[in-house]
């Protein structure tokens, strides 16, 4: 044969399908998932199972952990010696398991994530629960295979005297699958198991009446039965795992927040350094200071709060953005005749009672077989001690041991098995006193033969020997709960004053997206310096608000942002803000028209109005607004096709409208004419458009404090009427002139306010790139008829492109905060 002859033409596909088919099959059954029958992972078996061969048991001396993980390896499982070992180690980690396995002298390890000693240096022997585990194994009890190297045998699962699975839990990843079943009360799963033999058809919910949920070995508090009930019902589900918590009162009207349970698995060390940070980064104000006091009486981690702090708010915050409160998983997948299942609680139930009935079944039929071979031979000695002088005379005149058999056996008719046992018998139990003994034992044995039988026999009785095996394991090893159990998850409310430190800031935004906050000892140091701009820009708000509020950001795309105050750039007066994009990217040709500020949705009422260029106008309840999703453009009304928003802003649905368009026409009509339509409606028809024309801007104005219309057109004309020179109309209508239609270049407005003797400048700017102001009440009145007069030759400076109002310094809640 030629070297290429040995090389088999394969597709790689096919192979490597094959060789990963193989690994999974592998790993799924014989490392990552435990049994459903003893709630054990191969290793840890094995290990058990080396440490009873070995006599390495709770009532003998401590043993090297070295040791133990050579036989282990040596015998059973030919992997790396830290595999082994760290499998040992979890089992005598009394904060992963339920009911600790292995107990070990010296460093195992800490619920800081501290490694173990090396396994040189540390000692180890079972626990006497974990005898329980291996009991009766030495009576047939389970199936053996051959090891890794066929020297020895090893038990495919453990006999398992009480239910393993369910009492320490388990938690793997392999391919394919993964397992999370947490550790239960050893009692009540007891329970469990009794109940669901009595009554095979039991639900979950009477299941639940004695198993009430997980138990984990860190204590803490599992919130919703619900979550419990469905991972039972389904062996998916989650529930909410909090530390237990307390407020203790300091003096001088101080607390502090002390931690003496923490989730389960749960690493406290980086807990206790996650809260640190959130104290040194600032994201929560009130703490003081992080100590983690925890000693050999017990776990303590305190975090000391500022005066005055709001301590509810605070936990709630430490619950909400640390581990001290954990979602956990149910996934009880575990290895059920030989495949990957996941298992429902009573299915999980069954699967343990199925294997104690085989495990019993066996037990029971090897005592009864041990029984009736020495009730044999007890038998034969009570006949043989009847005819002594007759035997010892054959067996002198025999020439061997096989020779003295043969005679017995021919002579007197004992069989092979009583005529060893003659033969074997030594001299000094040939004494009378002996004849009353055997009797005595040869009844002992009728009895346990009839109650061995009777078990075979019965299947009640299988199952009442079961549940009395049971019953003294949970006499000796059950212990308190140390997880309670609340029916509902508690919803964490958080006051923003416990996130953010509570500080009154200027915030400035301009047209083209330039956002900042400022502190207000900066602004008053910039000796009333402009703020600073890029060309073209211009600043649409400068509002004096406190860190714990919100501002909403409304575009010309109909969209708004709605930003924490605090979450804003702080950045200096004298230095350009921060562009939007860096919080939302803009479309292109997209601007900010407007800031509202909100103190809190809640308790604000009304409305919010849109105006659109195209003729639009929408009217939503303000609540609306209020979003969860931070850091995202969402949609303030439809806008259709080309249209752009104008305008937007609060009433309290007893206002009057006034729209103006570039053509002059100009419609007032009241509010209530406007129908309430929900977020991401598009709205109603504002004014009727001719061809070409657009809207410049709508208002909004109190009826009872009528205010003047103020214009300027592209022409550089501006123009002052009042109010009631117009009529009160509908909406939807052509509306009445505002200007003088010229044949030769008309005029057309730019820009529209509503005016009155406390209206701010009005800001113009050219095309040759002026920026001019006006202030309205120095202009006259006209009638609707005129086109006003000329600030300007616009032939020269170029035409009006853009009008807007000059932004001023505002406090929008000082009024809400003088009512309080």
């Not at 992997?79 to 002298?105: F, I, P, T």
């Not at 980064?281 to 925890?294: H, Q």
């Not at 509902?488 to 958080?494: A, F, N, S």
């Not at 950001?553 to 702080?570: M, N, Q, S, W």
Request: contains cysteine.
């Amino acid at each position: 044969m030629d070297q290429t002859e040995k090389y088999l033409d394969l597709p790689l596909e096919e192979v490597i399908g094959d060789r990963f088919g193989r690994y999974s099959k592998y790993i799924i059954q014989d490392r990552a998932l435990p049994d459903a029958r003893d709630g054990m992972k191969p290793v840890q078996r094995r290990i058990l199972y080396a440490m009873h061969t070995e006599r390495n048991t709770h009532d003998k001396n401590f043993r090297k952990a070295a040791k133990t993980v050579g036989t282990v390896i040596g015998n059973y499982h030919p992997h790396g010696d830290s595999s082994v070992y760290e499998a040992m180690v979890r089992l005598s980690q009394n904060w992963k398991v339920r009911n600790r396995l292995v107990e070990m002298h010296g460093n195992n390890g800490s619920i800081d994530g501290d490694p173990p000693a090396a396994m040189r240096y540390t000692e180890a022997r079972l626990s006497p629960i974990a005898s329980e585990l291996l009991r009766d194994i030495d009576k047939e009890t389970v199936e053996y295979i051959p090891n890794f190297d066929e020297t020895t045998d090893e038990p495919v699962v453990l006999p398992a005297k009480f239910p393993n699975l369910l009492v320490n839990g388990s938690t793997g990843i392999s391919a394919g699958y993964a397992t999370d079943i947490p550790p239960h009360n050893l009692a009540e799963v007891i329970d469990a198991v009794i109940m669901r033999i009595d009554k095979p058809a039991s639900s979950v919910d009477d299941l639940m009446h004695v198993l009430k949920g997980p138990d984990f070995p860190t204590g803490g508090i599992i919130q919703g039965v619900e979550g419990i009930k469905k991972a039972y019902e389904t062996g998916k589900g989650k529930v909410v795992v909090r530390g237990k918590a307390a407020i203790e009162t300091l003096k001088g009207n101080r607390e502090q927040i002390v931690v003496t349970e923490v989730p389960f698995e749960v690493n406290k060390a980086t807990m206790v350094k996650k809260i640190d940070e959130l104290r040194i980064d600032r994201k929560v104000e009130g703490i003081a200071e992080v100590r983690d006091e925890t000693d050999r009486t017990g776990l303590r981690i305190v975090v000391e709060l500022k005066k005055d702090a709001n301590s509810e708010g605070i936990l709630n915050f430490l619950y909400k953005n640390t581990d001290l409160q954990i979602t956990y998983h149910f996934n009880m997948v575990a290895i059920k005749d030989k495949t990957p299942t996941l298992l429902s609680l009573p299915q999980l139930l069954d699967a343990y009672v199925s294997h104690q009935r085989e495990v019993v079944t066996n037990q029971t039929r090897f005592d009864l077989n041990k029984a009736k071979k020495r009730a044999h031979i007890v038998e034969g000695l009570i006949k043989a001690i009847s005819i002594l002088d007759e035997l010892i005379a054959t067996i002198r005149a025999s020439k061997d041991k096989a020779d003295a058999k043969r005679q017995i056996m021919d002579k007197y008719g004992f069989t092979e098995q009583q005529a060893e046992a003659i033969v074997t018998l030594q001299l000094y139990r040939l004494t009378n006193t002996d004849v009353v003994q055997l009797e005595e034992e040869a009844s002992e044995l009728r009895e346990q033969m009839e109650k061995l039988s009777s078990i075979l026999d019965s299947e009640k009785k299988l199952l009442q020997t079961i549940k009395n095996d049971l019953r003294q394991i949970k006499k000796k090893f059950a212990d308190n709960r140390r997880t309670h159990i609340e029916d509902k998850v508690e919803e964490l409310k958080i006051n923003i004053e416990v996130t953010v430190a509570s500080e009154d800031v200027l915030v400035s935004v301009t047209r083209d997206g330039y956002v900042k906050r400022t502190s207000l000892r900066s602004y008053a140091a910039s000796n009333n310096e402009n703020l600073p701009l890029k060309d073209d820009d211009h600043p649409i708000s400068l509002l004096e608000v406190n860190t714990t509020d919100d501002v909403m950001l409304f575009t010309t795309k109909g969209r708004y942002i709605l930003c924490a105050v605090h979450e804003l750039p702080d950045i200096r007066w004298k230095d350009m803000g921060q562009h939007i994009s860096h919080i939302v990217p803009l479309e292109k040709e997209e601007h900010l028209l407007k800031v509202i500020p909100v103190r809190d949705f809640q308790e604000e009422q009304g409305y919010l109005m849109f105006f659109t260029k195209n003729g639009m106008v929408k009217r939503s309840e303000f609540q609306l607004y209020q979003a969860q999703r931070r850091g995202k453009a969402l949609i303030a009304l439809n806008l259709k096709n080309d249209d752009e928003l104008v305008h937007v802003t609060r009433t309290d649905g007893q206002k009057d409208l006034f729209i103006t368009t570039h053509k002059g026409f100009g419609l007032w009509y009241d509010e209530s004419d406007v129908s309430v339509v929900g977020q991401r409606a598009a709205g109603v028809k504002s004014i009727a458009l001719k061809d070409d024309d657009f809207v410049v801007n709508g208002q909004v104005f109190d009826p009872e404090a009528p205010k003047d219309l103020f214009i300027i057109t592209q022409r550089g004309a501006s123009k002052r009427m009042k109010l009631k020179s117009f009529e009160k109309g509908t909406r939807a209508k052509r509306g009445l002139t505002m200007l003088k239609e010229l044949k030769k270049k008309p005029h057309r407005i730019q820009g529209f306010f509503m005016v009155d003797n406390h209206q701010q400048i009005i800001c113009y700017e050219t095309k040759n790139g002026e920026t001019q102001k006006v202030n309205p009440m120095e202009y006259s009145v006209s009638d609707r008829y005129g086109n006003g007069s000329f600030m300007f030759d616009a032939d020269k400076t170029g035409e009006v492109i853009e009008v807007y109002q000059e932004t001023v310094y505002e406090k929008p809640f000082e009024d809400n905060e003088a009512e309080s």
